[in-house]
Structure formats: C-alpha cells, structure tokens
C-alpha cells in the first residue's frame, strides 16, 4: 500500500513544475494564475453564486451619490454583465439553490430577483437596513447599524435566538447547523450541540461563502480562509492583498473580489514546495 501512495505522490510530482520560492497567488501548494471576470467596478462585495445558472451575484460602491451600492451579476457562462434594478441600495446577496431563488438585500428590506424581468421585487415581512444575507435551510441576514442577526422565514422575521445576547455583522452556517458569526471583536461560532458560544480567532472577516457541499470559506482584506466542518479549525488557503470577497465555483475554482475587479483563481502546473518530506 506505502508503494502505491508513493507512485501516486511521485505522479503527481511529475504532472506538474516543483519550484522553490513560488511568486504569486498559491493555494494548496499549487500556483494560481488569475482570470479577471470583470473589472471597472468599484469595491465588488457580498459574492453570491447561483450553481443552478452559474451566476455570480454581487454588490459594488455606486458612482451616483444617491444609491451609494447596487446589486448586480456576471454569468460566468457567457460573461454577460448587468446592473440589477428595482432594488433599494442593494447591498447583501444570497441563493437558496433548491428552490431557485435569489435574494438581494437593500437598505429597506429583502427582495427577489426574477431572471426573466432582470428586475429585484420587494418581499413583505422586513424593512430592516439589510448589511448581510446568507442561505442554509433558511434565511439568515444581518441589520446594519445594530448588527443583530435575524432569520426570515415565511415572511416573518425574527432574532437568531441563539444570538440575541451578542452583536453578528456577518453570519455562516454549516452542514451541522454551527453558526459562525464576526463582529469587531473577532470570530465565533455558536455550537449547536452544546449550545455555547466559543471564541474562534481574531480574524477581520468581510465576507462569508459556503461551496456546493456546503463548506464554509471566509475572505479578511488580506486572505481566504477555509473551516474545516469536523475539527472547526481555520485554515489559509492563500495571502492576497486587498480582498473584498470571495465565492467558490462548482469545480472548487476560488473567486475573488478586489479593490475593482473579480478575479477567478486558475491552477497552473506549478508545484510550490519548500523543505517538504513525505512520511510513509
């Protein structure tokens, strides 16, 4: 068995290039190039992927000093661009994937957006200045200036009960009903099992995304990082500076949002290494 893990690392050592000292963006050990997906926009934020039409949802600084944001999308299919009207300083993005609908969030409330319209409507049940949204069963968002968490659920909206004593600007949850929540102090997650709160590191989160298995990924102005659902532990995946936030493709592909543009992270055949042993 130790022969054949050893053909298969050997292997993979050969498909791609080991350097020492890889410059550039390296994730896992291997260098990525990137792919800008559109640029010109100014602090791209909230990514929001619809795996169902391969549509990245999103929110940017406006140019017009009324609307202060908007909400827009990037079919990464065909690369088709567009600013999405109807809604009030959008702002927050989110997608429940079994049913086929996205949320946007504004400062007056939650909305939906109809692909055949390209148009967001209003959704009775909450005018809260919307700052966050995030899909996992239910709706989850946060309420700016406040940074209290509520769940939206057949139109009616209502504290995280789990939350109501502490202070949530962003919200994730995980495959086993954990809530992760940031605020200015750091990070935490809410265990659902044991029902306490427990400290998780002193990360500036500004952004959070689950993959299509649910995994959660967050991005600080200087990295993105991974939660490994089994151990709660946080891993780096890679440095980058000036990040806004990040969503995962379908394949695992990793995209970014930077000071002007979104930006998709390629795999090269790079192998970066640097003192490295094998244990057999």
């Keep these: 068995m130790k022969f054949i893990i050893l053909l298969s690392l050997l292997a993979y050592a050969n498909a791609r290039i080991p350097i020492e000292n890889c410059d550039g963006i390296v994730v896992h050990n291997i260098k990525h190039e990137q792919q800008v997906l559109k640029n010109d926009i100014k602090s791209p934020y909230q990514l929001a992927l619809d795996y169902n039409t391969n549509t990245l949802f999103f ?3 406006s140019s017009d000093p009324e609307k202060s944001f908007e909400s827009a999308y990037i079919n990464l299919k065909t690369n088709e661009f567009k600013i999405i009207t109807g809604i009030n300083g959008g702002f927050a993005n989110a997608v429940d994937e079994k049913q086929n609908i996205v949320y946007l969030g504004g400062r007056d409330g939650i909305y939906q957006f109809d692909y055949e319209t390209k148009v967001a409507t209003h959704i009775d049940g909450t005018d809260h200045n ?4 995030f899909y996992k069963k239910d709706l989850y968002y946060s309420k700016y200036p406040e940074e209290h968490v509520y ?3 057949d139109h009616q909206s209502h504290r995280v009960p789990e939350l109501i004593d502490t202070q949530g600007m962003l919200v994730a949850v995980d495959n086993f009903d954990n809530i992760y929540f940031s605020n200015s102090s750091g990070l935490f997650v809410h265990k659902k099992i044991k029902n306490y709160i427990s400290y ?3 990360y500036n989160i500004n952004g959070f995304t689950c993959d299509v298995n649910g995994k959660i990924f967050f991005s600080t102005p200087d990295g993105l ?3 490994d659902d089994s151990t709660k532990k946080v891993e780096k995946l890679t440095s980058i500076e000036t990040v806004y936030g990040v969503a995962i493709e379908a394949d695992g592909s990793i995209i970014y949002a930077s000071e002007d543009s979104l ?3 390629k795999p090269t055949k790079t192998y970066c290494y640097s003192n490295e042993k094998i244990s057999l």
């Design 263 to 265: 930006i998709r992270l």
């Design 200 to 202: 998780v590191g002193d």
């Design 225 to 227: 990082f991974y939660i």
């Design 151 to 153: 769940i939206f659920k």
């Design 59 to 61: 929110s940017y600084s």
């Design 130 to 133: 919307i700052w966050q949204l």
